[in-house]
């Protein structure tokens, strides 16, 4: 067979990959963290801090008060809040009280919180709003809600549900993804062992929103006794301010995809770069290069939502981007479509095995038959593997390169994006009469939806605005191109391959001619891939987002070496106030030379 722990073929996962003795329970280690050390910092916010003393407190109460409402054991609660200390303070209360945690982030449209919190089926939610968009009848708490802490603290067993996840789904609707106790337990435990987590206490930044299965990874390190750095949205957005909180408060460790480290890293020049936890999406080859050349301590991280957030990990080293090995306890197969191993070299689909398997898929269970199948491989009976849909191979020195997916799903900012969700959204606007989407590549390592419709007297901007009041923003195209009929195969299926480019998409680099403000605004057009903008226009409510505020301050850099900071883009009224910022940098000199990166040293392995 052949696995990511050994490049030669075995029929067993080698001994680098063998399960440890089952981990202890979070909130064992949580109230192992509050008794060593009570008086440390358990979590930094915008709004506060808390000792580990007083996160306990806050969680009892609140614990209490969800068992004053009718949480029971295996009971799913919405967690609806802002990134303040209430956040972490629900999360552990929740568990607390014996039930696993929904996230509901604020930031959705109303209607795809309300249409999860009904798949949910919640018993209640917290949440700072008077009334959030849930089913009537599901009860509502605020996070200072406070009761009798529980008699008896609750141990869950390992098969408890821990949390409910939703992703994008194939079929139009997210579906959402139930991971246990013990798949957590498991994942921390195993970082621990493989050296990714240092072994005294660190300061860890919490950077991926609640929705996303990495936020797992990062919150739950303060039940090790780790500090937590909630990072606050308006920092999140603000690369300059965020490497100044990361410097404030000392943070060692800091979880983030290669898309947003492309934006904090000129931020970072001259600064020292905490460990880099980096996944969500394959890592470039010239970040991996710089990353490595630099000694930046970093680590690539690899594993689907449905094995409990990462699988497989690397250091960051070497001359080429690899997935590295599996997670102590974690077995990985390359297989073909007859699930037999393929040899090195060959593409297969990976297979992934192990405690990090997450339940299935709550209410699907066709759907959870189809992803999650026998282990032919394993020596327990009953044993499962999850199907990832990637492709990888075997290098012919040995490292597991990704190659691509075997479906439609793609990862763009972290973000897990099924084509069809988004299809499915566009096709049912009015008037659509048929719908495509794919991924447009304006500029390298720029990666944006583009969809396609057919019917009479449609306007892009319009459907753009209808899909925003019902699409997260990662799911809304940056462009729709109105077509008089989709490419077919000739088995008369969508053929997106030959789909054209995005509607009017303009040439990559601006003539050599013109003023500053026309460069500006064709600089705009390019990244936005649109045909016109005006100067009252705003760049946000064009579509762009801060991978492409960057792309943006790049572009002109090069074209009229000017210093342009990604704040005065974002900070910027409109086009014509941005291009007055872009004439006074101008007149200052010209941009500075790309500034070196320093590692940082005192980091304890």
Not at 178 to 201: D, I, K, M, N, W
Not at 206 to 216: C, P
Request: net charge negative; aromatic share 4%.
């Amino acid at each position: 067979m052949t696995t990511f722990a050994e490049p030669s073929a075995a029929t067993a996962p080698s001994a680098a990959t063998a399960p440890s003795a089952a981990p202890a329970d979070l909130l064992s280690r949580f109230r192992a963290a509050v008794l060593a050390a009570p008086s440390r910092t358990a979590v930094h916010a915008a709004d506060g801090s808390l000792d580990f003393a007083a996160l306990d407190r806050r969680t009892a109460a609140l614990a209490g008060a969800l068992r004053a409402a009718g949480v029971r054991r295996g009971d799913r609660v919405g967690v609806h809040l802002a990134r303040t200390l209430d956040l972490p303070v629900a999360l552990l209360a929740v568990w607390r009280a014996g039930a696993a945690y929904v996230p509901l982030d604020p930031a959705y449209p109303a209607g795809r919180t309300a249409s999860t919190a009904a798949d949910a089926r919640l018993t209640a939610v917290v949440s700072a709003d008077a009334a959030p968009p849930v089913p009537a009848g599901v009860t509502v708490l605020r996070p200072d809600a406070t009761g009798d802490a529980p008699a008896d603290a609750f141990v869950p067993h390992p098969l408890d549900s821990a949390y409910v996840i939703f992703t994008s789904g194939s079929t139009g609707r997210p579906k959402g993804v139930e991971v246990a106790h013990g798949s957590v337990a498991a994942l921390v435990a195993a970082l621990e062992e493989s050296g990714a987590y240092r072994t005294g206490p660190g300061v860890v930044a919490w950077n991926a929103s609640v929705s996303f299965d990495a936020s797992v990874q990062q919150w739950a390190r303060i039940c090790r006794g780790d500090t937590l750095v909630v990072i606050d949205d308006e920092r999140r957005a603000d690369p300059a301010a965020l490497v100044r909180l990361l410097a404030e408060h000392a943070v060692t460790d800091l979880d983030l995809t290669p898309s947003h480290w492309q934006l904090l890293r000129e931020p970072f020049a001259g600064a020292r770069v905490p460990r880099l936890f980096m996944g969500g999406e394959p890592v470039p080859a010239r970040t991996w290069r710089e990353l490595a050349d630099t000694g930046v301590d970093a680590i690539n991280l690899y594993g689907p939502t449905e094995c409990t957030v990462d699988a497989i990990t690397a250091p960051v080293a070497g001359p080429v981007p690899h997935l590295g090995e599996p997670l102590p306890g974690v077995r990985a197969h390359l297989l073909d479509a007859r699930l037999a191993p393929v040899a090195a070299g060959t593409v297969g689909e990976l297979y992934l095995s192990g405690p990090g398997l997450a339940h299935g898929y709550p209410g699907h269970p066709g759907l959870t038959a189809g992803r999650f199948v026998a282990d032919p491989f394993a020596a327990e009976p009953g044993a499962r593997m999850y199907r990832t849909g990637d492709q990888a191979r075997r290098s012919a020195d040995g490292l597991l390169e990704y190659v691509g997916r075997v479906d439609r799903q793609v990862k763009l900012r972290g973000f897990r994006v099924e084509l069809g969700e988004v299809e499915h959204a566009l096709a049912a606007l009015p008037g659509v009469g048929a719908a495509a989407v794919t991924v447009h590549e304006p500029a390298p390592g720029d990666h944006r939806l583009a969809g396609y419709v057919t019917g009479a007297g449609l306007r892009p901007a319009d459907l753009l605005a209808e899909l925003r009041r019902t699409l997260p923003a990662h799911l809304v195209p940056a462009t729709v191109t109105v077509l008089d009929a989709l490419p077919l195969t000739p088995n008369g299926k969508t053929d997106h391959r030959a789909l054209p480019a995005p509607a009017a998409a303009p040439a990559e680099e601006a003539a050599a001619g013109g003023g500053v403000a026309e460069q500006v605004a064709e600089v705009w057009r390019t990244v936005l891939g649109l045909t016109e903008v005006e100067p009252t226009d705003d760049f946000l409510s064009l579509g762009g987002h801060s991978l492409a505020a960057l792309r943006v301050v790049h572009l002109l850099r090069r074209r009229l070496s000017v210093e342009i900071q990604l704040r005065q883009l974002l900070d910027a009224a409109d086009l014509a106030d941005f291009t007055e910022a872009v004439r006074r940098a101008a007149a200052a000199g010209p941009a500075a030379a790309r500034p070196a990166l320093t590692a940082r040293r005192d980091v304890v392995r």
